[in-house]
């Protein structure tokens, strides 16, 4: 076969593959992605940059930048300081980097928190999540080697206040997980009544994490933005996620903290970075905070305001008319989660819905996230496929 020939072979699997991922994508219904893009632009001007048959690598702290290899850590901190204040950090208190996903900002923040636990009182702490948290702070305390506590949720997917209590190991710091919309239900948990409880034990150390994968990049745009106000709700870390609310075209994310947390890690001085590099990864795509840097300029605060609100207006409606339509329909506060009782599959699978079960709220469940892209023209398609 020629050169020709198998370029044209490559090229027609690769149309075939991206024909259907198109097809399919207008039915993203289940899964918190937003499949409106704003990256047409951004690959325009990649494309004629030289950038695009370059290697670049973000080895390095973006805010201690020593000038080693090709990176983009200016535009990295750029993109962590424009974050910061969102979340109530001081910009002279903040640290941050953009990672590879939630998933590594929560590994993150996992990392972060029990090695600043255990510097500030040389004991292993212990950890503490909602059962309805995203899967991957379990994952992330296995793979770390930490002592665990899963604390029962409510019928609303929110970590229980009391339940919490019953579980304090009072003699070892906390390391405490807040799940803020990363469940199947779209539940917040209550960080004041969740903070009364730990503040009950004021000689214990604590750590708090957030994980707002998806909550943490529309919440800010809403009038539920206090949520996630550390000055009003403190806490010390937050993993938000790239790939969903603000379009990335892959997975990426957020991880911030302060400098405080940063400079109490565990020192690792290396040698050819010329510096201290307190994160997980060593290497870090560099393309990454290029593609968030671009998004933040070319979106106005109005615009991201317009698309919050339209996902929650949307959600509201939608939970609405599927009650209409004889289903048992929830919507959590400041969510943009709608969970069902199941459809029949054939729904299911055409909507890529997600499936759960809870027996207080009568078995088999599904969900919707509207994002962006579930337009209420789809959602009304939906609802056909639903009443047929």
């Known amino acids: 076969m020629s050169e020709a020939t198998?370029?044209?072979?490559?090229?027609?699997?690769?149309?075939?593959?991206?024909?259907?991922?198109?097809?399919?994508?207008?039915?993203?219904?289940?899964?918190?992605?937003?499949?409106?893009?704003?990256?047409?632009?951004?690959y325009k001007w990649l494309s004629g940059s030289g950038l695009n048959i370059s290697t670049l690598d973000n080895a390095g702290d973006p805010f201690d930048i020593r000038g080693t290899l090709s990176n983009t850590l200016e535009f990295e901190r750029e993109v962590i300081e424009y974050f910061g204040p969102l979340y109530g950090?001081?910009?002279?208190?903040?640290?941050?980097?953009?990672?590879?996903?939630?998933?590594?900002?929560?590994?993150?923040?996992?990392?972060?928190?029990?090695?600043?636990?255990?510097?500030k009182t040389k004991k292993k702490p212990v950890m503490y999540v909602s059962e309805e948290a995203h899967y991957s702070s379990r994952r992330l305390a296995d793979l770390q080697n930490l002592d665990m506590r899963l604390i029962p949720a409510d019928v609303h997917g929110s970590m229980d206040p009391a339940e919490l209590e019953k579980a304090i190991v009072p003699d070892?710091?906390?390391?405490?997980?807040?799940?803020?919309?990363?469940?199947?239900?779209?539940?917040?948990?209550?960080?004041d009544a969740l903070n009364a409880v730990l503040a009950k034990y004021p000689e214990m150390e604590v750590y708090r994490h957030i994980d707002a994968a998806l909550f943490g990049g529309y919440i800010p745009h809403t009038k539920y933005r206090d949520i996630l106000n550390r000055k009003l709700h403190p806490y010390d870390s937050i993993a938000i996620s790239g790939h969903k609310f603000f379009g990335m075209d892959e997975p990426a994310g957020l991880f911030l903290t302060t400098?405080?947390?940063?400079?109490?890690?565990?020192?690792?001085?290396i040698a050819y970075l010329n510096g201290d590099?307190?994160?997980?990864?060593?290497?870090?795509?560099?393309?990454?905070?290029?593609?968030?840097?671009?998004?933040?300029?070319?979106?106005?605060?109005?615009?991201?305001?317009?698309?919050?609100?339209?996902?929650l207006e949307r959600a509201a409606w939608l939970k609405d008319e599927l009650e209409k339509s004889g289903y048992k329909a929830w919507l959590e506060h400041a969510s943009n989660t709608v969970?069902?009782?199941?459809?029949?599959?054939?729904?299911?699978?055409?909507?890529?819905?997600?499936?759960?079960?809870?027996?207080?709220?009568?078995?088999?469940?599904?969900?919707?996230?509207?994002?962006?892209h579930v337009t209420k023209e789809r959602l009304t398609d939906f609802l056909n496929d639903l009443k047929a």
């Open 172 to 191: 070892r710091p906390a390391l405490v997980v807040f799940a803020m919309g990363t469940t199947f239900k779209g539940g917040i948990d209550d960080m």
């Open 277 to 311: 590099m307190p994160m997980i990864n060593c290497s870090r795509s560099a393309l990454s905070p290029l593609k968030l840097w671009w998004i933040i300029n070319t979106t106005s605060s109005e615009e991201f305001e317009e698309q919050s609100e339209g996902m």
């Open 89 to 119: 950090f001081d910009p002279d208190d903040l640290w941050g980097i953009v990672t590879f996903s939630g998933t590594d900002g929560n590994d993150h923040g996992l990392y972060f928190g029990s090695k600043y636990l255990e510097r």
């Open 6 to 42: 198998n370029i044209n072979a490559i090229e027609a699997r690769l149309d075939e593959f991206a024909g259907s991922a198109m097809i399919q994508k207008t039915h993203d219904f289940g899964y918190p992605l937003n499949q409106k893009s704003r990256l047409i632009g951004f």
């Open 339 to 372: 969970y069902f009782t199941r459809p029949p599959q054939k729904v299911v699978e055409k909507y890529h819905l997600a499936p759960d079960h809870d027996d207080r709220l009568g078995g088999d469940l599904s969900h919707i996230v509207v994002m962006q």
């Open 259 to 269: 400098m405080n947390v940063r400079n109490n890690q565990n020192p690792f001085d």
